[in-house]
């Protein structure tokens, strides 16, 4: 007795322990879920805001090259042109001819590099207005050398005057030309490379805002994450919370009610108020109901409790369906004749064995038989129909009732342990919710599976499909042949 308490209170504790796990395994799953929706979304964001930088950090480098280098490289060109200039003036102030040769040579090598360098402009050049400002310089960078060609040779000749008179009358006005289109060239760069900044500005202040934009979404989407994360943690703690309190109260109630049955009926027979054997046959067999209603519901806990931790090993034997129908009949018998049913049995004549225990097959069937009678409302009729699917080589085996139905909403739930419809509850019909999730679990565990249909108000139908034996398999094959020997015989 001790030990059946004990595994009783074990039975109950590991219950608990499942509803509890589902729901943490709800919640942990749920977060684990968000989490990675977070980061996924958060590198997506991140990889957007940085490929972002990237376009203006390369406009910004795109600007660099063409208006900072072509700045400078206008800047260059002038210093040589004013480098040519000043060594020719310097050769015109000065009567030493070594001077004079010297200053006239330091003024062609300085020539050379603005004429390369004119060239190199040229060549990168690439708007209509760039190259004819080139083509410009070219041509008056080619008269002032030839103007200064002539007043160096005066110089060298001794013609100090007549150098002095050529410079002034065509190699300053050829220089200010020279000068005046380096400038223009220069003002050119500085327009477009405003009109650059101002385009990497733009650029960049989008991207700031894109930037703020994706921060702001990320920081909102984590929040809303985390908001979620802890409102599912929450709604599955409430949802356990529910679900223990319901477990208790059913279970307490489903015990209690027949406890307290029992016991007032045997207080009657001490205090002596049954005083017929009559009275007492009546009292005997409220107390033996009521006990073996007690008995159902702890092994029906034991059983799930065992199904849960996959202790029970289900020993496979090749078995007859009459065999377990029997059993059930004849546990449920008592219940059929006391509600007044009528039950409808059929099992096809070429019905092959199953592949199962017996002992938990029948439960298994009983179970959804019982619930046939529970929630059969005001019609009293039961059937259990059993046939051969040779498509999935399966025996079928149906309950069906024609009682209150079952919402469709509520199909998908009605196998989770536990869960109860609400409709039912109302209705003060007693149950634990283990039934179905325990019938399920047996068919599973002999590689079948339970179905339903049903519609409210009409009745429903379960189907349990089994395996069928492999020796039954074998027996229906030979049978086959010896039929179609026999026949081609004759
Ligand atoms: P219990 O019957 O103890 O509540 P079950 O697991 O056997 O637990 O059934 C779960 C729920 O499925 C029931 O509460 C009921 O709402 C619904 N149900 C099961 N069988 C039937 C049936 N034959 N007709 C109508 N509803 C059913």
Not at 62 to 82: D, F, N, P, T
Not at 120 to 141: C, F, S
Not at 465 to 484: D, H, M, N, Y
Request: aromatic fraction near 6%; charged fraction near 20%.
């Amino acid at each position: 007795m001790f030990l059946r308490n004990y595994a009783v209170s074990k039975a109950l504790d590991s219950l608990l322990g499942f509803a509890r796990t589902q729901g943490q395994r709800l919640s942990k799953y749920g977060s684990l879920f968000l989490t990675i929706v977070v980061c996924i979304v958060a590198l997506g964001l991140g990889i957007f805001a940085v490929g972002d930088l990237q376009v203006v950090d390369l406009q910004a480098q795109q600007m660099y090259a063409v208006s900072v280098l072509g700045l400078r490289h206008i800047g260059e060109l002038q210093y040589e042109a004013q480098e040519t200039r000043r060594s020719t003036l310097y050769a015109l102030t000065t009567n030493d001819s070594n001077r004079q040769l010297e200053y006239a040579d330091q003024s062609r090598a300085a020539d050379r590099h603005v004429t390369e360098g004119i060239a190199e402009y040229l060549k990168q050049a690439g708007i209509p207005q760039e190259i004819a400002m080139g083509h410009n310089l070219e041509a008056d960078w080619a008269d002032y050398l030839k103007i200064r060609d002539e007043v160096l040779a005066s110089i060298l000749e001794g013609s100090a005057k007549e150098a002095v008179d050529l410079d002034l009358k065509g190699g300053v006005p050829s220089f200010d030309r020279v000068r005046q289109d380096l400038d223009s060239i220069k003002r050119l760069y500085d327009e477009r490379a405003a009109q650059q900044l101002a385009l990497v500005d733009t650029s960049s202040r989008r991207s700031i805002y894109r930037l703020i934009t994706v921060l702001t979404l990320t920081i909102s989407f984590a929040c809303i994450s985390i908001w979620l994360v802890q409102r599912s943690r929450l709604a599955a703690a409430l949802q356990l919370a529910r679900l223990q309190m319901d477990f208790v109260a059913s279970i307490s109630h489903e015990l209690r009610t027949p406890l307290s049955v029992i016991r007032s009926a045997a207080e009657n027979i001490c205090d002596g108020i049954v005083d017929n054997a009559e009275q007492l046959t009546g009292y005997g067999s409220m107390i033996r109901n009521q006990t073996r209603q007690v008995t159902d519901l702890v092994n029906q806990i034991l059983l799930f409790a065992a199904t849960r931790q996959r202790k029970q090993a289900y020993a496979l034997t090749s078995v007859p369906f009459s065999q377990v129908l029997d059993s059930v009949t004849e546990n449920i018998s008592e219940l059929l004749r006391d509600g007044g049913f009528v039950l409808e049995q059929h099992i096809d004549p070429d019905l092959p064995e199953l592949l199962a225990d017996p002992a938990a097959l029948t439960q298994c069937l009983q179970n959804l038989v019982v619930n046939a009678i529970k929630y059969s409302g005001s019609s009293k009729w039961i059937g259990i129909f059993a046939s051969h699917s040779t498509s999935e080589n399966k025996v079928l085996i149906r309950v069906q009732d024609r009682g209150i139905g079952i919402a469709h909403s509520e199909l998908k739930r009605i196998f989770e342990p536990f869960y109860r419809s609400p409709a039912v509850s109302a209705a003060q019909i007693h149950g634990t919710g283990l039934g179905l999730a325990l019938a399920r679990n047996i068919a599973q565990a002999m590689a079948g599976d339970i179905l339903v249909q049903s519609e409210l108000q009409s009745g429903s139908i379960f189907t349990i499909q089994i395996p069928v034996s492999p020796e039954s398999q074998l027996r229906v094959r030979a049978k086959g042949f010896t039929t179609k020997a026999s026949s081609t015989s004759k």
